[in-house]
């Protein structure tokens, strides 16, 4: 999908499965400002090419998988305007850590990862969290997948005997009763759409609001604060970062996400994301040039 325009700007998004809203949204926002738009499918990309995109091109990569990673980096090139703070953020294939959150200053809920099953350990380790319930995470799942709220040391213990056999490594996680999970959307230092994300019925995880009276164009200083400096520790300009805020005010951060769903916002919201992203991406592009 390329847009025909005599542009001379142009923004090539890598997909691999993303949803259709997200593209939509960046082909919209580029027909506005006159920026050529294309997006290169990660799954049938051809390898034999290796081409790099032009010094002034905007590069974005919303697909998730290894494949889209693989192919953003293949079409960089010096002066193409990214996300990515470094080359390091860009090539290094880093996770997203709570740990690197962590030794960052930033408020993470205490977590300490579970590499073995032993009843007696997982049992102190239920001390260091603060108690059960406690949280069970499982990396590299999406929309809850893989988070659980354990209420037992039989039931934690039956888990992650489970999860070991499989070759996985849990984490344990301090549970935050009572609180609000917020997702904040950082372009560079500012959050440019925040919204809460209410309790599934029957469950303790939640779901993007559906209600567009819940989105709004900003988040409050407290929030745009530790979401921009998430981003920044991760080392992207742009993030989606999960938060919990207590009844008092207190605030937690689960996660920052790189890429991320920004077209929410959009979609039930009505709040224009993809603009900002492209504005950033474009004042970038002018510095590099």
């Known amino acids: 999908m390329t847009s025909t325009s005599n542009a001379t700007r142009r923004f090539v998004a890598v997909d691999d499965g993303v949803p259709e809203s997200t593209l939509a949204g960046l082909e919209r926002a580029c ?3 006159d920026v050529a738009y294309e997006c290169i499918q990660a ?3 051809d390898w034999r090419t290796r081409r790099q995109l032009a010094r002034g091109d905007l590069l974005y990569r919303p697909g998730v998988s290894l494949q889209a990673t693989r192919v953003e980096q293949a079409l960089y090139g010096p ?3 990214t996300f990515h703070r470094t080359e390091v953020s860009l090539y290094g294939d880093l996770p997203t850590s709570w740990l690197m959150l962590e030794r960052a200053g930033l408020p993470v809920p205490t977590t300490v990862p579970l590499t073995t099953d032993d009843p007696e350990h997982l049992e102190a380790l239920v001390g ?3 108690g059960l319930p406690a949280v069970l995470k499982v990396s590299g799942y999406s929309g809850g997948l893989g988070v659980l709220r354990v209420d037992s040391l039989s039931a934690l213990t039956s888990l992650v005997a489970l999860l070991r056999a499989r070759g996985l490594t849990p984490d344990l996680i301090r549970y935050v009763p009572d609180a609000v999970h917020w997702r904040v959307v950082v372009v560079g230092a500012r959050a440019v759409a925040s919204y809460p994300n209410p309790v599934d019925e029957g469950d303790f995880r939640t779901y993007a609001s559906e209600d567009p009276a819940d989105y709004r164009a900003d988040a409050d200083a407290d929030m745009q604060r530790i979401a921009a400096r998430a981003a920044e520790t991760i080392g992207s300009e742009l993030a989606g970062v999960d938060l919990l805020r207590e009844a008092d005010g207190t605030l937690w951060i689960l996660e920052a996400n790189f890429p ?4 929410q916002a959009e979609v039930v919201g009505g709040i224009d994301v993809s603009g900002p992203m492209l504005d950033h991406l474009l004042a ?3 510095r590099l040039s």
Do not use: E, N, Q
Request: aromatic share 10%; with cysteine.
């Open 79 to 81: 002066g193409v305007a």
């Open 284 to 286: 970038k592009s002018s």
């Open 43 to 45: 799954r049938t990309y």
């Open 31 to 33: 027909l506005v400002r």
């Open 260 to 263: 991320c769903y920004h077209a």
């Open 128 to 130: 260091v969290v603060g």
